[in-house]
């Protein structure tokens, strides 16, 4: 059976990265404990457009899950939470590269598995460095700020309202439903579902006490507080 590109990358770059420390998640991604709560991810993204058959070029994206975050998100959107999936921050690891942008590294056809050693030693010498830097909520908020982020409408008061600035959540909600409009879009109504759900307030995760299953509460909040 003929292995793709895709499978020949993974399969190169598995062992390395696990020896590294990371663990292999379903298809191209990969994650790394960095603190209690808080996953370096590794995502291989990958595009064979106008290359020859079983050729890739693999464009790995490198940011960090923050499970609290993500965990208070998944409540409010009523929705299950995943293990891994979606990083909170995240951005193509060129850009944290001196280049500062975007690379990838070709595998299969002509090239074979040549470039792994490389692509593993720029997770190692400038991806994992830049997970790490992202470890705190203050600095995720900055990347956030940057643009790192997919669907900032919802991670920037979920951060927020996790590290304890819930004035500043509810204006960032406010400001998002704003932005809508007039819109009356599957996206929009979404958007706000979740800001109707965030001003009723649910139980969820935070930095703070563990409860009896350990998980870290915060009590259910009335109208005007958490």
């Keep these: 059976m003929m292995v793709s590109g895709v499978q020949l990358a993974v399969r ?28 370096g991810w590794l995502g291989l993204n990958y ?3 106008h290359r020859s058959p079983g050729q890739i070029a693999i464009n790995p994206v490198v940011g960090v899950r923050h499970q609290p975050v993500e965990r208070l998100l998944a409540r409010l ?17 060129g850009y944290v590269m001196p280049a500062q942008r975007y690379m990838d ?8 598995v040549t470039a792994g050693a490389e692509l593993i030693a720029a997770v190692v010498d400038y991806g994992m460095p830049f997970m ?17 982020c997919h669907n900032p409408e919802y991670r920037l008061p979920a951060v927020l309202e996790v590290m304890g600035r819930h004035n500043d959540a509810e204006a960032a909600v406010a400001r998002a439903v704003d932005d809508l409009g007039e819109r009356h879009d599957a996206a929009a109504q979404q958007l706000r579902h ?5 001003g009723a307030g649910v139980d969820v995760p935070l930095v703070g006490n563990l409860g009896d299953d350990g998980e870290l509460w ?5 109208e005007n507080s958490w």
């Design 12 to 39: 190169t770059l598995q062992e390395p990265l696990e020896q590294t420390g990371f663990r292999k998640r379903a298809g191209e991604i990969f994650t790394i404990a960095l603190a209690d709560g808080v996953l």
């Design 47 to 49: 595009a064979s457009r």
């Design 77 to 93: 959107r009523r929705e299950t939470f995943h293990e891994y999936q979606p990083p909170t921050v995240s951005t193509p690891i």
């Design 105 to 112: 590294w070709e595998f299969g056809g002509q090239y074979g």
């Design 132 to 148: 790490r830097s992202l470890i705190h909520l203050p600095a995720i908020l900055e990347a956030i700020n940057q643009g790192l």
């Design 194 to 198: 979740f800001a109707a759900a965030f």
């Design 218 to 222: 915060l009590c259910q909040r009335s």
